[in-house]
C-alpha cells in the first residue's frame, strides 16, 4: 500500500488511538441466545489499586508503543476517595524518555461482561487545565468497540462520563481504560494528571442525542468498480446529566450500515486498519449510505455515483533497482513524511484518495497546488537520471490552464530554509495536457541545472490548478542509463 508512509503518531501497538479501529463484522454479533453471565461483570477498574488487572500495579499498565512510562505512577498523597490516586506526569516534547504518554489497563482475564452498564467514569484533576483522550475498549488486539473522546482537567477533582453507545455488544470486553496525553494543550510545558475511581457504572441519565458518520454530514462520492468507499469520522452526542453534551468517536462495530442499492454497493467490510468500507460493484447508478446505532438513525450519509470501470494508470515497468518510488503501487516506496502538506493560508487543494482493485490513487480536490514532502530521510537521487509521474484531469481544461512541477533538495544541510535549498520548476501545458486522459510526464535532471546535486531532494510540488480534480499515481525517480 502506497499510504502507509504516511507520519502518524503511534499510540496503541497498531495506531493512534482514535484513528484505527479493528474488528471483524459490521454487523450485530450478540445473539438472543447468548450467554452473557460467561465473563464477570466487575466494574472496578481502579480505586485503591488495580481491580482484576495483571496482577501488580506496573504489570496492570500496558503503554503505548514509544510512549513515555516514566511518568506513570501511584501517589498517596493525593486521592480523590481513599488513600491512592494514578499520577501521570506528561513529558515535554524533548523529554529523552519519550514525548508523549499514553496506555491503557486490560483486563488479566478473557474479559468481562459489561452489557450491565451505560457508561466508564472516573474522577480526574490536572495541575493545569489541559485536555487529554480517554475511552475504553482498546486492549491492542482487535480495538472492536473503542470509545475514545477528549475531556479538559480541571484544577480540582472533577467526575467524568463517557458513554458506551450499545452495552449489549460488550459481552466480553478486555480493554477497561485509555489515555493519551502531550503538551499540545499546554504550549509545550509538561503538567501532571491524576485519576481515581475509575469503573463502569449504570447512571441511566446519558441521552443519546445523535449518533453520526462523516461527522454529520451528507456527503457525495464518485466510485469505480472495485473502489473502495470508506465510512469515517463516526461517533455519538450524548447529553449527561449536568446538561453537558459530550461527543465520543465510536468504533464502527456499535453501528449497522445499509445501502440503498445493493447493485451497486457490495456488502460492508473492513480493511487491515480497521475502517468499515463498502466497495463500487455496478457500472451505473446512485447508491445512499446510511447507518443506526442501536434504533438511532445516524445522522450523515454518503451518496456513491458509480462510474462504470476504472481507467487506470500505465503500469510501470522499470526494474525496482533502477527506480526511487515515491508513490507506486509497482515498487516499495521511500518514507514519506506526507502526499499533501495542507500549506495555508493560500491552498486549497484537499485529498480524497482512493483505491480501485489494489490500485492507489492521489485524489487531488479543489487542486490549486500541493506539496509532497520525504524528508525524513531525504532522498539521494545522484544515480537517477529523471523524474516520472502520472497525472490524470477528470474534467475540462481551461484555456492556458498549466502543469508545474517542482523539484526541491534541501542542499548538504538536508533541512527546509537552511539557506541552501535549491529548485527547479517546469511548466507543462496544451498539448501535453489532456483531459481524461493519463498524462505521463518525465523530466531529465539534465534539464533541471538547479538540481546539479540533487542529494538530498524532500520535496515535489504540483501547481497549476484551477480548483479542479487532479489524479496522481506513479511517482518516482529512475536511472534511464
Not at 375 to 400: C, E, K, L, Q, R
Not at 458 to 467: A, L, R, S, T, W
Request: charged share 15%; proline share 5%; net charge negative.
Amino acid at each position: 500500500m502506497k499510504l502507509k508512509t504516511n507520519r502518524i503518531i503511534v499510540l496503541s501497538k497498531l495506531s493512534l488511538v482514535g484513528l484505527v479501529f479493528c474488528f471483524t463484522s459490521c454487523e450485530r454479533e450478540v445473539s438472543d441466545d447468548a450467554v452473557l453471565a460467561s465473563f464477570p461483570k466487575t466494574a472496578e477498574i481502579f480505586t485503591d489499586a488495580p481491580i482484576g488487572l495483571t496482577d501488580g500495579f506496573f504489570e496492570s499498565f500496558d503503554p503505548a508503543t514509544g510512549a513515555n512510562t516514566s511518568g506513570f505512577n501511584t501517589d498517596s498523597n493525593t486521592a480523590y476517595e481513599g488513600s491512592t490516586s494514578i499520577r501521570i506526569d506528561v513529558p515535554a516534547p524533548n523529554d529523552p524518555n519519550g514525548g508523549y504518554i499514553g496506555g491503557i489497563f486490560r483486563d488479566r482475564g478473557e474479559g468481562r461482561n459489561l452489557t450491565s452498564y451505560d457508561a466508564l467514569t472516573f474522577w480526574a484533576k490536572g495541575s493545569t487545565t489541559a485536555t487529554f483522550e480517554t475511552g475504553f475498549g482498546i486492549d491492542f488486539l482487535q480495538n472492536k468497540y473503542q470509545v475514545t473522546t477528549n475531556v479538559q482537567l480541571s484544577t480540582t477533582w472533577r467526575k467524568y462520563v463517557i458513554p458506551i453507545p450499545d452495552a449489549a455488544r460488550l459481552v466480553q470486553e478486555r480493554g477497561m481504560f485509555m489515555f493519551a496525553a502531550g503538551t499540545n494543550s499546554t504550549n509545550g510545558m509538561g503538567y501532571t494528571i491524576w485519576l481515581d475511581e475509575i469503573r463502569f457504572e449504570k447512571l441511566g441519565t446519558t441521552a443519546l442525542v445523535n449518533p453520526f458518520i462523516f461527522n454529520g454530514d451528507n456527503r457525495t462520492a464518485d466510485g469505480f468498480v472495485g473502489g473502495s468507499q470508506i465510512i469515517s469520522q463516526i461517533g455519538a452526542v450524548y447529553n449527561l446529566s449536568s446538561g453537558q453534551n459530550i461527543s465520543i468517536n465510536a468504533a464502527p462495530g456499535y453501528f449497522n450500515f445499509n445501502s440503498t442499492n445493493s447493485s451497486v454497493t457490495g456488502p460492508f467490510q473492513t480493511n487491515a486498519a480497521g475502517q468499515v468500507f463498502t466497495n463500487v460493484i455496478g457500472t451505473s447508478g446512485t447508491a445512499v449510505v446510511t447507518a443506526t446505532l442501536r434504533n438511532a438513525t445516524a445522522q450523515g450519509s454518503l451518496t456513491i455515483t458509480a462510474l462504470g470501470n476504472f481507467p487506470g494508470a500505465p503500469v510501470p515497468t522499470r526494474p525496482s533497482s533502477s527506480v526511487i518510488s515515491i508513490f507506486s503501487d509497482a515498487y516499495i516506496n521511500v518514507p514519506v513524511n506526507y502526499y499533501n502538506g495542507y500549506w495555508q493560508p493560500w491552498q486549497t487543494t484537499v485529498s480524497e484518495d482512493f483505491s480501485v482493485n489494489g490500485d492507489n490513487i492521489l485524489n487531488y480536490k479543489n487542486y490549486n497546488f500541493v506539496g509532497i514532502e520525504f524528508s525524513s530521510p531525504t532522498v539521494n537521487a545522484t544515480s537517477m537520471t529523471h523524474f516520472h509521474a502520472n497525472f490524470y484531469i477528470p474534467g475540462p481544461i481551461a484555456p492556458g490552464r498549466q502543469l508545474r512541477v517542482i523539484i526541491v533538495d534541501f542542499g548538504a544541510n538536508g533541512v527546509f530554509g537552511g539557506g541552501d535549498d535549491t529548485r527547479h520548476s517546469t511548466t507543462f501545458v496544451a498539448p501535453t495536457l489532456v483531459s481524461q486522459n493519463w498524462i505521463t510526464i518525465t523530466i531529465p535532471f539534465s534539464a533541471m541545472p538547479n538540481l546539479a546535486s540533487r542529494s538530498n531532494l524532500g520535496q515535489i510540488i504540483f501547481e497549476g490548478g484551477d480548483n479542479s480534480i487532479l489524479w496522481v499515481d506513479n511517482i518516482y525517480f529512475y536511472n534511464n542509463n
